[in-house]
């Protein structure tokens, strides 16, 4: 018997096992997210998320872990002894949630107090002569949904099984028949109710008993209540769109007792007796609030298990003995060679000619880049800061480009203000999704529209409904229709405040206690600004128009400077210097980041070319290899200039927002490969690409500046860090899939003449790889867990099983098994390897790409008719892959790292 028990354990607490684990793991996160999109969320729940045999699944890899941990005597390795200690605590913490831990919903109208809350779980709930039972009951329309559950009441058996389950549609009743027999009696009984449903009891009688069962939602009681004093929403000015909205609540004994007062609202939940309240919705009428409830008893050791996660990933990078040093090691004393990506951008032109537009662009170039885009306005944030940075931030919001027409954002912006009509009928609002475009009865083809085809005939706003649906709808629960509705309705509420001028607070009140500034409309109206301060405004106007049209700007100048001259006498403590407004305005006009891209693209890929040069020549050339150095030099003490003119003109280190971050990584990729590793082309090579591929990123992922009150869920730290990190991770794991379709390229072309030399730089191109993996997968970990602590402050969960997170986990335990293979020598090989990294990239893909169009869910495109043909390039790709791994694999002996 010890011998069959050591054996088990053995096999168990061996790489072997966690391997297979962690593919069931993945193989059943994936196929769920095909069960929910063609079915519903409950029967993914039953047939994988919830289902015990998932739940054994992750015990056993618990186990798994922690016994390989003891037996590779892994705490001698500090880095990957955190790292795999801290999915063991993690998985601890999620048994903890998963078995002791519920949520619910408690809904609060003014003037009233609730002590009760309804659970997010149904539950078959039996009430019998004072007796009561319930049952968690999660049915699905896959699987077997068999049950049986028996209780004792006046000395005889009452025994309940699933006879028949039917799911009507997302939104409305199921139907559950369920079979009761008490005694030697037994019935059929209909339930109607599922999850958030609290229906009216149905009965049934047997002999002298009677029996009422319920399946739904279960009521649950709070030691304490909480009372809602006033629901607050504030709106965009002038519009009637939500901006945010809060609870200002009382918590109370249950006796009625006033215990102290809170403010309830995203990101700034209520913490009581082990409850957490988070702001999710309200009710139409604005009269009443809906607030997710949660308690927790794995949260500390979840966030244990995060804070030693990323840990161990840190000293994994320098802990003596680990696999990455080994592989930089083995790197320092090979012969290297790199892949780059091409990759372009491809902008767009509109066109827009007439007399009026080329005179804005003509006349207007030296007013708008000078005297204009110096006036120092004050932001919703307080900020004081010149015309051009909210010039550039109210085009990139409403553009998402930095200039349009081939003029400047300054320019745009004194065309919106001087000719508001004429602007509202040229199309000048961002709008990318179909259904909106249907709404507002656009060309599917059109990129823009005009501000004037939001409205009706009648003056109507055509997205009204659709908008307080929207924001209706809890954050958690919001799909990408209805993100990218509330994206529109902000854009649309930027230009409406443009052109109104509402958004330029450029003049300083003398005797404002909070030193609030005020704009033009504003200011003709508010008896502190003095009258002839008011007539200069007049002024200025005039001489606007004067000078558009006649390139005549001596009226508007003489204005304008005295407008400043007004700012300095009453705000002069606040102001910042003429310098940093000068560098200000230098930093928008130079974009140097933006700029940055493509040489470092040009610099990797140059670099590529000179590596595949000496890989063929068998030769080197050491002037193209300094040319290279040089090179990335440059664009290196750039790159530093303009982090050190954003640092100068923000008063912050530039890493403080998910722009700011990645921009940062960008810089430390390139400065990685200059400091540590500029004696090899291949490093450099891997630099520049890598600084180009974050910086890309950047900007295609770039959050604009806030100018308006965004919803506040979004204005999380923790999420900029999570999706910086994350997006982060998929440059390196791109770059992965690229080296090792690149290895097997190399593979395909060896022959007896040169198989000695090409066989070094395979091998060189997979320890490139598995070091591009390491640092990819730790960043994709690390981003998850970002993201789960951002979701758990804001409403309550770190995970909800959305398609998006279910596939940022499948990819996680993918590359994990990927970098994992190689404790397995029947299996791993670098052909195996190189092809694993091809392969698994396709998870990302589909993460990034194919939920969004294949998968419903909130961030998903799916869920709205709008699913679209695989592209016929996507199986040619995976044919000539499948051609290249089969000539691969005949030549893919190369010996090992």
């Not at 590779?72 to 955190?82: E, N, P």
């Not at 003049?507 to 409309?521: H, I």
Request: net charge neutral; with cysteine; proline share 3%.
């Amino acid at each position: 018997m010890k011998q069959w028990i050591k054996k088990g354990a053995g096999l168990l607490f061996s790489y072997p096992a966690i391997l297979v684990l962690l593919a069931l793991l993945a193989m059943g996160g994936a196929l769920a997210t095909f069960v929910e999109s063609y079915y519903d969320t409950q029967s993914a729940k039953h047939l994988v998320y919830e289902a015990k045999w998932y739940e054994a699944v992750m015990i056993l890899l618990t186990l798994s872990m922690a016994g390989l941990i003891y037996r590779a005597r892994m705490w001698r390795r500090l880095g990957a002894f955190l790292v795999h200690i801290a999915f063991v605590v993690i998985l601890i913490g999620a048994g903890l949630t998963r078995y002791f831990g519920y949520e619910g919903i408690i809904h609060i109208r003014e003037g009233k107090s609730e002590k009760e809350m309804i659970s997010v779980l149904p539950y078959l709930q039996v009430e019998a002569k004072g007796q009561r039972f319930s049952y968690p009951l999660t049915l699905g329309q896959l699987g077997s949904n068999d049950f049986l559950f028996r209780e004792r009441i006046d000395g005889q058996d009452l025994v309940l099984t699933y006879e028949d389950y039917h799911f009507d549609a997302k939104g409305e009743l199921a139907t559950l028949w369920i079979k009761a027999r008490y005694g030697k009696e037994e019935r059929i009984l209909k339930l109607q109710g599922g999850a958030g449903w609290i229906e009216e009891p149905e009965y049934l009688s047997f002999d002298d008993l009677e029996v009422a069962f319920v399946w739904g939602s279960k009521v649950l009681s709070l030691p304490f209540a909480l009372k809602l004093n006033e629901f607050q929403l504030e709106r965009y000015p002038g519009s009637k769109s939500p901006s945010s909205y809060a609870s200002e609540v009382e918590v109370m004994t249950t006796r009625g007792e006033s215990l102290f007062p809170y403010r309830i609202f995203m990101n700034h939940p209520l913490h009581f007796e082990g409850y957490t309240f988070f702001q999710s919705s309200y009710d139409l009428d604005e009269k009443g609030t809906v607030l997710e409830v949660n308690r927790d008893p794995g949260k500390w050791p979840t966030y244990l298990g995060y804070f030693l996660l990323c840990t161990g990933f840190v000293l994994n990078f320098f802990t003596q003995g680990s696999r990455f040093l080994y592989l930089k090691s083995y790197l320092q004393k090979s012969q290297l060679l790199w892949i780059a990506i091409f990759l372009s951008l491809d902008g767009g032109k509109l066109w827009a000619e007439d007399f009026y537009m080329k005179s804005l662009r003509q006349n207007t170039l030296e007013h708008a880049k000078e005297a204009f885009g110096t006036l120092l306005v004050q932001d919703q944030q307080g900020r004081i800061k010149p015309m051009s940075t909210e010039a550039l931030e109210i085009v990139n919001k409403l553009t998402t480009q930095s200039s349009l027409y081939g003029l400047s954002a300054e320019q745009l912006v004194l065309g919106m203000i001087t000719s508001p009509d004429l602007w509202q009928e040229i199309p000048l609002v961002k709008v990318t999704n179909k259904q909106i475009k249907a709404i507002l009865s656009l060309p599917e083809e059109s990129r823009y529209m005009t501000f004037a085809q939001a409205f009706d005939e009648k003056g109507a706003y055509k997205l009204a409904q659709a908008v307080n649906f929207a924001n209706q709808k809890p954050q958690s629960k919001r799909g990408v229709f209805e993100n990218d509705l509330i994206k529109t309705d902000e854009r649309l509420n930027i230009a409406y405040l443009t052109f109104k001028g509402v958004l330029f607070r450029f003049l300083p009140l003398p005797q404002d206690e909070n030193r609030r500034w005020v704009d033009a409309s504003e200011a003709f109206g508010n008896s502190q600004i003095p009258l002839e301060t008011r007539a200069l405004l007049s002024a200025y106007f005039e001489g606007l128009q004067e000078g558009i049209s006649k390139n005549q700007w001596e009226s508007a100048k003489g204005a304008l400077e005295q407008i400043k001259a007004y700012q300095r006498e009453h705000a002069q403590e606040i102001l910042p210097s003429s310098l940093q407004i000068q560098a200000e305005v230098l930093y928008n006009q130079l974009a140097l980041f933006k700029r940055l891209i493509p040489f470092y693209f040009l610099v990797g890929l140059g670099a590529f070319g000179v590596a595949i040069l000496f890989l063929f020549a068998n030769r080197r050339w050491i002037g193209a290899e300094r040319a290279v150095v040089y090179l990335l030099g440059v664009l290196l003490v750039v790159h530093t200039f303009a982090l050190a003119l954003r640092w100068y003109v923000s008063g912050h280190a530039p890493w403080s927002d998910s722009y700011e971050s990645m921009v940062y990584i960008g810089w430390s990729a390139a400065l990685a490969g200059m400091v540590v590793f500029r004696r090899s082309i291949l490093s450099l090579s891997a630099a520049a690409i890598l600084a180009g591929i974050v910086m890309l990123v950047a900007h295609m992922s770039f959050v604009n500046p806030q100018i308006t009150n965004l919803v506040p869920v979004l204005k999380s730290y923790w999420l900029s860090i999570h999706v910086s990190v994350i997006t982060a991770s998929y440059g390196f794991l791109g770059l992965g899939a690229l080296l090792g379709l690149m290895s097997l390229l190399i593979m395909a072309f060896k022959n007896s003449s040169n198989e000695a030399r090409f066989n070094a730089q395979i091998r060189a191109l997979a320890a490139i790889n598995e070091i591009s993996l390491i640092i990819g997968l730790s960043l994709l970990t690390i981003g998850n867990f970002f993201g789960g602590i951002w979701a758990n402050e804001s409403w309550g969960r770190y995970w909800g099983w959305d398609p998006k997170e279910t596939w940022s986990y499948v990819s996680i335990l993918v590359y994990a098994l990927i970098l994992h293979m190689r404790f397995v020598p029947k299996i791993y090989s670098i052909f195996s390897f190189s092809l694993a990294s091809v392969v698994g990239f396709g998870s990302i893909l589909m993460t990034y790409f194919g939920v969004n169009f294949y998968l419903t869910g909130m961030h998903s495109y799916a869920a709205s008719g709008e699913t679209p043909a695989i592209p016929l390039e996507v199986y040619g790709v995976i044919l000539c892959i499948g051609v290249l791994s089969a000539l691969a694999y005949r030549r893919r002996k190369v010996g090992t790292i």
